[in-house]
């Protein structure tokens, strides 16, 4: 049935411009989308330029600091052991954010599926579950392993796992649910169609993960089988350590809500967001946001001020997050390119941006968490982006680290 009494109310009635063209089952799938649609996030657009105005006021930042690495080594054991008990006892999980797609390093594919290998077949996923096989075996234990996948690659994301045997991790601890998408739009705020009977949606950013676990019900499975923290970390960080036992007592020991894993910046204006303070509270302040002079500020001892970037490798509590879902986190407005068909059904695909997406990102969270540990971790050791395909952050640098690191691949 459509819903014209919608579109009317949000100005979308193009929507449905080339309906009459469409077969049933077509018709069915795009009534579907725009029922299913986030069209409150419209609203947003109203407000777009003042919360841009009131986000650049700012207020007043402060360095965090962070447990760093020295500190660590000296306290180790008694971080490890309270972590490996956490992790024992099943109070841990982690939650891979793996929505996203290849399509930066020229692969058509779920990004998690790239083949990073030169001499054999070795995966972005692979990567990841080995880092998690080398906890399990440490604890003795296997934890549950959540995957965020997306419209876009849940399929993709599925079959590809199974195939590969989902790399030795046990099938029976591993759960999916899929992001919640939002509608791309015009600069009008008009929500565009990239096929006469398909919406222009986009994952709606990694901070909705959590709203987006709650809708899929496995927030429910993980609290009665006795979770109290998930690790949440992103796809692109093939070096990185999951479930770490050493970062997890840290995280517990300190009575913080969250812990932030951190890499000490190569240079001022390096491309992570730095943990900071903000009016009192931990906040993560992008690159972009920080400003050259602020960025290049010292401190007594002559290194950086704010120099502790995230990795995007999170632990946070889940009865604090659940203090926070029904909150209202910032919603980014972001100027994108967006494929779209014109009012002939023609398919355009623009050279500048054309539009909005609507995203919520997991650096937010950090601030409405309260409290959180910064945790300094070694950067050659656990930190191997991959952006790009070559250059900076990218599989050329990657394959470098890990080869340092005793992973040919």
């Not at 799938?29 to 841009?52: G, V």
């Not at 993980?222 to 109290?228: F, I, P, R, T």
């Not at 967001?273 to 960025?295: N, Q, R, S």
């Amino acid at each position: 049935m459509k819903n014209t009494d919608l579109l009317k109310q949000y100005g979308q009635e193009h929507l449905l411009r080339f309906y009459d063209e469409l077969s049933e089952d077509e018709q069915k799938s795009l009534i579907e989308q725009i029922n299913q649609a986030d069209f409150t996030l419209l609203d947003a657009l109203q407000h777009k330029d003042q919360n841009k105005a009131t986000d650049d006021k700012g207020g007043s930042l402060a360095p965090l600091g962070a447990l760093e690495i020295d500190e660590i080594k000296k306290n180790r054991a008694e971080y490890e052991e309270k972590g490996l008990e956490a992790i024992r006892a099943g109070k841990v999980a982690a939650l891979l954010l793996g929505g996203g797609q290849g399509t930066r390093l020229g692969f058509d594919g779920p990004k998690g599926s790239y083949n990073l290998g030169v001499t054999r077949d070795f995966y972005i996923f692979q990567a990841q579950i080995n880092n998690m096989l080398d906890v399990c075996k440490q604890a003795g234990c296997y934890f549950p392993l959540i995957i965020m996948t997306s419209d876009k690659n849940d399929v993709e994301t599925r079959r590809f796992l199974k195939e590969k045997n989902y790399f030795g991790y046990p099938e029976e601890k591993i759960r999916f649910f899929r992001q919640d998408m939002a509608p791309s739009v015009d600069f009008n705020g008009k929500i565009y169609l990239e096929g006469k009977a398909q919406l222009s949606l986009s994952p709606n950013g990694n901070g909705g993960w959590f709203k987006s676990l709650v809708k899929s019900g496995l927030d429910k499975e993980l609290a009665e089988s006795g979770v109290e923290f998930i690790n949440v970390f992103s796809m692109d960080n093939v070096l990185q350590r999951i479930c770490d036992p050493v970062f997890i007592g840290a995280t517990l020991l300190s009575g913080c809500n969250c812990g932030a894993k951190v890499v000490a910046k190569n240079a001022p204006g390096e491309k992570v967001g730095a943990l900071c303070l903000k009016d009192g509270l931990p906040t993560i302040v992008e690159y972009y946001e920080m400003g050259d002079e602020l960025a290049a500020e010292k401190d007594e001892n002559g290194k950086l001020k704010y120099r502790f970037g995230v990795i995007l490798n999170y632990l946070f509590s889940l009865k604090r997050m659940y203090e926070i879902v029904d909150g209202k986190m910032p919603l980014h407005i972001v100027e994108k390119k967006i494929p779209y068909i014109d009012e002939k059904g023609v398919l355009i695909k623009p050279e500048t941006p054309n539009g909005y997406k609507f995203e919520y990102l997991a650096t937010d969270t950090v601030r409405d968490m309260l409290s959180c540990l910064s945790f300094e971790v070694e950067r050659e050791r656990e930190f191997a982006p991959i952006k790009n395909k070559e250059g900076i952050d990218s599989v050329v640098s990657a394959r470098e680290l890990l080869a340092k690191n005793g992973i040919i691949c």
